[in-house]
């Protein structure tokens, strides 16, 4: 199923099915079942009828054909557990992709970029310092020679069920980190925030949310569902309906 999944959508290829997998793990060892089957509910809760536009999104215009593909595999795969056979309906399918597709949060962690920051801090004679900068950019260039810089990260994702109920903002006042390099998530504060301020974080990564209102609003409606109200969309509510992209091939007919 992983090698399947592989081919047809993009890296982190494999972490979907592994969190599928987690999933159906996690509800046969609960020691309450209702409960599980009640943190899943909340995670679904918005997806129920979209589901179908978030797997779209997620697996790519073939997204009927890849899914009927990968539909025999996971019950295959799943399939002979008799404990999950209520999990093993094409909705039931569907539904994890969505459920993933709208909370999964990705998760990069650089094991080497925190030794060379653990090393950085260290007390070195100036002579020292240099071997150990330029051991460092030796490792950096092997690395990159062997695998390309885009693969020293660790990538995966995950379910929180907390962190998946912060709203999205285009001017959050929090921002999602791992500071340990693992999977273990922490917020961190943008701003001062008040006593019933509401938390809220960019869903958008840094290159997107810098673009227009209808450019953002149109990413968010795709991938998430919803219309942003946030204060920056309220203000920018006059703004013409252009994409970025418009945008910048106007400037480009301009010129
Ligand atoms: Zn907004």
């Known amino acids: 199923m992983i ?25 046969t060892q609960a020691t309450d079942q209702n409960q599980f089957m009640n943190y899943l509910r909340d995670f679904q809760s918005k997806v129920i009828n979209e589901d179908l536009m978030i797997c779209h999104k997620m697996l790519g215009p073939n997204f009927e054909n890849q899914l009927s593909q990968l539909y025999p595999l996971y019950c295959k795969a799943f399939g002979e557990n008799g404990d999950v056979s209520e999990f093993m309906t094409p909705q039931a399918f569907k539904t994890f992709f969505a459920i993933i597709g709208t909370n999964g949060q990705g998760i990069g962690t650089s094991p080497f970029a925190e030794w060379v920051k653990n090393v950085s801090e260290l007390k070195l004679s100036n002579d020292e310092r240099v ?34 109920k912060i709203n999205h903002s285009c001017v959050p006042n929090a921002v999602i980190t791992f500071p340990s390099s693992d999977h273990t998530l922490s917020l961190l504060a943008l701003d001062d925030i008040k006593c019933g301020d509401e938390i809220t974080i960019s869903y958008l990564d840094d290159c997107s949310v810098g673009r227009s209102r209808h450019s953002r609003q149109k990413d968010l409606m795709e991938n998430y569902l919803f219309v942003c109200r946030c204060p920056k969309c309220e203000e920018q509510i006059n703004d013409p309906d252009v994409t970025s992209d418009e945008e910048e091939e106007e400037e480009m007919d301009e010129e």
């Open 3 to 27: 090698t399947t999944y592989r081919n047809i959508h993009y890296p982190p290829e494999t972490t979907t099915i592994e969190l599928i997998a987690k999933l159906l793990g996690m509800y």
């Open 131 to 164: 071997a150990v900068e330029s051991l460092i950019d030796d490792l950096y260039q092997k690395m990159d020679e062997k695998t390309g810089l885009a693969f020293l990260n660790n990538e995966g994702s995950a379910l929180y069920v907390t962190q998946s």
